[in-house]
């Protein structure tokens, strides 16, 4: 067998598998199976599903014409009507390419049960399907995704049993470094972009610059991620870029509550006088 045609298997096989179904908060993690098929084109997709839409990205495989897919949104069973052409393609064509994200805006109440299913209609393939009930604030993301070559037939894709998420207190591995401990606090959103502008001066004389704050929030007692990003204005002489690698972290989110005191310690026993009178 040739290199060219065991990478080829090796690429297929890590595309078919698992569709794993998260959430972030009172959640479980769902994991469906897909069976197989040939003749379809092979493609990746992951969805996200919050109660403001859908959005699906492709991850890799096979472009997707437009025309050839059908998407069937269902809500607490009933089928809804929303159709692919309702949607907006972030490229510049009607071809679902790598790389490219697919949003259709709806509203969904909390606790509805939302199920989505793209197929490709010259091959009747089963490109990607996901049921999951959607929680109040709580953005819901297939983090492996999708499938290839899955016919679409009733009851071949099946959800398997809830399980019970990694504890909030440990790390994927289950280790406990460099967790924060976490803030009380208020509902806010699950993710937020803030931007700001500022002067300074140097030695060459006054530059501005642009920075941005993506934040992604843990829905409850709050973590969130953010990542600076630097926009030099215009006609500046500066470095455009003075801080080349994002910065992340992990920060308790400042939500105006005092934090409950930590105990005093004890006071150290003073040592004991010396006896001046037995010397």
């Known amino acids: ?13 890590l595309l078919v598998g698992v569709v ?36 699906l990205s492709h991850q890799g495989g096979d472009s997707l014409p437009g025309d050839d897919l059908q998407l069937t949104v269902r809500v607490n069973g009933s089928e809804t009507g929303v159709a692919w052409s309702d ?52 953005r819901i993301i297939s983090d492996t995704g999708g499938n290839i070559n899955a016919v679409d037939r009733e009851g071949e894709i099946e959800q398997s ?22 803030c009380t606090g208020r509902d806010v959103e699950e993710s937020e972009t803030e931007s700001e502008s500022e002067s300074e001066n140097d ?35 500066q470095d455009p870029n003075p801080n080349p690698e994002p910065t992340r972290g992990l920060e308790c989110i400042d939500d105006g509550i005092e934090p409950e005191p930590e105990p005093e310690p004890e006071p150290e026993p003073e040592p004991p006088e010396d006896d001046d009178d037995d010397d």
């Open 1 to 13: 067998m040739s290199d060219r045609a065991q990478s080829e298997s090796i690429g297929v096989v």
């Open 20 to 55: 794993v179904i998260s959430v972030s908060v009172g959640g479980a993690y769902a994991v469906g199976t897909v069976t197989q098929s040939t003749g379809g084109p092979n493609a990746a997709v992951t969805s996200e599903i919050s109660t403001d839409g859908i959005a």
């Open 87 to 138: 949607g907006t393609l972030s490229g510049g064509n009607d071809v679902f390419e790598p790389g490219e994200r697919w949003n259709v805006s709806r509203s969904y109440a909390p606790g509805s049960l939302v199920s989505v299913t793209l197929v490709d209609n010259p091959s009747n393939t089963v490109l990607f399907r996901m049921e999951a009930t959607v929680a109040a604030q709580d």
């Open 161 to 182: 049993d809830v399980s019970t998420p990694p504890s909030d207190e440990s790390n994927d591995d289950g280790s406990t470094e460099n967790i924060v401990e976490r």
């Open 203 to 237: 030695d060459d004389g006054e530059y501005e610059y642009t920075y941005e704050y993506e934040y992604t929030y843990e829905i409850g007692n709050y973590l969130y991620e953010y990542e600076y990003n630097y926009e030099w204005s215009e006609g500046a002489d």
